[in-house]
């Protein structure tokens, strides 16, 4: 029973601190922007939600003030995204420096959030309240909610020609000022929605240790941090954004769990900074550790191709089925993508239906370019040119037979 209870507890903090994660994943993967805003942030979130929950919630009403406290910590967070963001763009402080400026007017402010108190006990319940269920199940059922609903979101945002633009800034920012995106917009948008659930995760753990301190943030970006580069290295996702957010829910889980079996085991809880540590830089070294054992694999191969026929004969029969998958599943794509295609060319479709479509051709096509590579677009023209002079045929057709 201890081991479950420790399980339970572990996926609850990790589901909490992955709205963190998330946040932190905006900045540090996809903008490229070292903000330490983070700390701040989630101190500031917790401090508001627990002083407005004390203050106006009761028995009756606690299922709605715990969604006002959301909101109104939602725009706090994106506030003090923004201030950074003003600094970083507008006044051309670095990035770290900016972080680091804003962390400081923070730490002043959640004090005065907490009428000079450094500590806040949230009295009244917790976002889980609305379900009848023990503490620790109610918050598994509502962080995996939670969870599910951001990544979602998420996924639908950065998918939309705003949040397309955000990528772009995060990946090559010259680029894409070139191609007209104010990339100083884009940095403070993502800065805003960055924070904004870094503040939302501080609201969400203060309700569920029934406290929130000024110094609650202190190590927040070593957390989330951990938790993208835990799920990035146990879960590759280069070609899946959706997949990407999923793996940073389940490094934030799965760091919390190795938290809550190193106190089980006995350990102080300040030995979880050094195996925190010893995680992330073996998270980092793994490419290079991967990179070695298949380099000493081929060496190894080309021996055994020289020196034992038989293994030779085996080797490359073994290339020449790999080849073979390989150029299967790449016409199995074309086949796929033309398909989508000549659907989308039917007239009969909805508009709902046709920009389903077209969102799952835009996916298809990623995925083939990201794995034939820059060449694949010769491809696509030849299946574009086929497809809309099918499609004009088969429109002549139908126009024939009516008449």
Known sequence: MVFVNTLVSGVDQGLLYAVLALGVYI?????????????????????????????YGTADNMNGIT??????????????????GILNTKFKIPPILSGILTLTMLTTI????????????????NFASWLNLPTMYAVLVSGL?????????LYWFFGTELGASIRATGANEKMARAQGINTSAKKIIALMISNALI???GALYSQYMGTATVTLGTGAIVIGLAAVIIGETLIPSKRSFAVSLLSVIIGSIIYYIIYQFVILAGLPSDYIKLITAIIIVFALCLPMIKTFFIKAGKKADTYLRGKYPKYNAYAIRRDEN?????EEKKQKAIADIKALQLQIHDSSLTPFKRAALERKLARKKEQFELKEGVK???????IDRETTEQADGMGAQGGEGNA
Do not use: H, Q, W
């Open 110 to 125: 959640n004090i005065l959030i907490g009428s000079g108190r450094a500590s806040v006990p949230v009295v009244g319940g």
């Open 376 to 382: 694949a677009l010769a491809v696509f023209d030849v």
């Open 322 to 326: 790999a080849a073979k998958r390989k």
């Open 67 to 84: 969604i006002v406290a959301a909101f109104i910590v939602i725009f706090a967070g994106a506030a003090a995204g923004l201030v950074t």
């Open 199 to 201: 503040a939302l995760s």
């Open 27 to 55: 900045t540090y993967r996809l903008l490229d922007f070292a903000d330490l805003t983070c700390e701040g942030s989630f101190s500031m979130g917790a401090m508001l939600s627990a002083v407005f929950i004390t203050k």
């Open 145 to 153: 909610l939670i969870g599910g609903i951001l990544i979602a979101v």
